[in-house]
């Protein structure tokens, strides 16, 4: 570096971002390849959030990968959810 030069610094980073910010400007690049990215790296959830906001805008490419991950975790959260409710009426003395 000579003397006298100066680094700028960005106002901002990637990491500075705040969770909303972070959500805003995932949705503006929403891509397909961006959900396969993220399915790679075993963020299934986001992958499909991604692929059904394509698949919404008419995307059959969308559509067809969201079908071929299948249903995700809905099915098994939805049981948890009961068994977990049962499990709390039955501590209240229900029966």
């Known amino acids: 570096m000579q003397a006298g030069s100066r680094t700028r610094t960005p106002a901002r980073s990637a990491s500075s971002l705040t969770a909303g910010e ?18 790679k790296q075993g963020l299934h ?21 969201l079908t071929e991950m299948g249903e995700g975790a809905g099915p098994q959260i939805e049981l948890l959810i009961r068994l977990l409710d049962r ?9």
């Open 45 to 65: 959830g986001r992958a499909r959030e991604i692929l059904q906001r394509l698949s919404a805008q008419g995307d059959g490419e969308a559509r067809r990968r």
């Open 87 to 95: 499990v709390r009426e039955r501590r209240r003395g229900g029966s």
């Open 22 to 39: 972070a959500r805003r400007s995932i949705r503006a690049v929403s891509t397909l390849t961006l959900a396969e990215l993220y399915a």
